[in-house]
């Protein structure tokens, strides 16, 4: 099989217990194996779209951005309720912007490219 490019996102398992102070457990989750050229160009139209749309409010920017990261880039292997709940506020939106542009330029994180090197 060819070597697809993929992508992860590392949220966090016990985000209750972690609020408890127990010790992060965290679940990487891939993109997967196969992303068709139309979330891509998908992908530059959501950037597109929250970085000129004046009247669309921050919220909504985040909204659109954690819908379509849920819904296409990992094609409903995680939900939006999991991007809010699992993923580490600071640089979340960041990490999220991040996949975006992974779909649509083919950059992996280098969070991915230093777990992909340990694993080789």
């Given at each position: 099989m060819a070597n697809l490019k993929?992508?992860?996102?590392?949220l966090v398992k016990n985000p209750e217990g972690v609020l408890k102070g127990d010790e992060p457990e965290i679940e990487k989750v891939w993109t997967p194996a196969f992303i068709p050229l139309r979330v891509?160009?998908?992908?530059i139209e959501v950037w597109h779209e929250?970085?000129?749309d004046k009247t669309m409010s921050?919220?909504?920017?985040?909204?659109?951005?954690?819908?379509?990261?849920?819904?296409?880039?990992?094609?409903?292997?995680?939900?939006?309720?999991?991007?809010?709940?699992?993923?580490?506020?600071?640089?979340?939106?960041?990490v999220l912007?991040?996949?975006?542009?992974?779909?649509?330029?083919?950059?992996?994180?280098?969070?991915t490219k230093n777990y992909?090197?340990?694993?080789n």
């Open positions: 993929r992508n992860m996102l590392e891509a160009r998908n992908a929250v970085e000129t921050e919220a909504d920017k985040f909204d659109k951005i954690a819908d379509f990261v849920a819904n296409e880039v990992f094609a409903g292997k995680i939900t939006t309720d999991d991007i809010y709940n699992r993923l580490h506020a600071p640089g979340g939106q960041d912007k991040q996949q975006l542009i992974f779909v649509a330029q083919g950059q992996q994180s280098d969070d992909l090197a340990k694993k």
